[in-house]
């Protein structure tokens, strides 16, 4: 089971993410990144839009994830609560995400915004493998 926590980061919103495969700790980034922007247990899973990216390592991967969902959320109205993942290799080494976020327009009255974010940074991001569990950290510009 996967899990993230927020970190102490000045001005702006750090977070660590963790899972137990590559796919959770995605997930788990996702979910961290939008519950730093309202309050996940009030968004139901009424919509989905399906994202595909694709990169050459796991940062810039993690990178244009968490920025495809943000883009999604800017320009639809639409905010997440929970994702399925799925991460392979393609042939030419590439890493390659196909997630389905599950979500909801934008109701002022239920997703109380808590932080706007700007941009997803590479600033600190960081992907690694600790004792069996993969790691993220993420740094949002708010």
Same mark, same amino acid.
């Given at each position: 089971?996967?899990?993230? !926590?927020? *970190?102490?980061?000045?001005?702006?919103? @750090? +977070?660590?993410? $963790?899972?137990?495969?590559?796919?959770?700790? +995605?997930?788990?980034?996702?979910?961290?990144?939008?519950?730093? !922007? &309202?309050?996940?247990?009030? =968004? /139901?899973? $009424?919509?989905?839009?399906?994202?595909?990216?694709? @990169?050459?390592?796991?940062?810039? &991967?993690?990178?244009?994830?968490? /920025?495809?969902? &943000? +883009?999604?959320?800017? %320009?639809?109205?639409?905010?997440?609560?929970? +994702?399925? =993942?799925?991460? /392979?290799?393609? $042939?030419? #080494?590439?890493? *390659?995400?196909?997630? %389905?976020?599950? #979500?909801?327009?934008?109701?002022?009255?239920?997703?109380?915004?808590? %932080?706007?974010?700007?941009?997803? %940074?590479?600033? #600190? !991001?960081?992907?690694?493998?600790?004792?069996?569990?993969?790691?993220?950290?993420?740094? &949002?510009?708010?």
């Amino acid at each position: 089971m996967g899990n993230f !926590m927020f *970190l102490e980061h000045g001005a702006d919103v @750090a +977070f660590e993410a $963790r899972g137990e495969s590559l796919e959770e700790l +995605f997930r788990q980034a996702a979910k961290a990144m939008y519950a730093s !922007m &309202l309050n996940l247990e009030r =968004v /139901s899973p $009424r919509e989905f839009r399906t994202v595909r990216v694709d @990169a050459p390592d796991l940062v810039i &991967l993690l990178h244009d994830w968490l /920025s495809e969902l &943000l +883009f999604i959320t800017d %320009t639809e109205g639409l905010v997440f609560s929970d +994702f399925d =993942v799925k991460i /392979s290799h393609d $042939r030419d #080494g590439e890493y *390659l995400l196909e997630a %389905t976020a599950h #979500g909801e327009p934008v109701d002022p009255e239920r997703h109380e915004a808590v %932080t706007e974010i700007k941009a997803v %940074t590479y600033h #600190g !991001m960081e992907v690694y493998e600790e004792g069996g569990e993969w790691v993220a950290r993420v740094i &949002l510009d708010v």
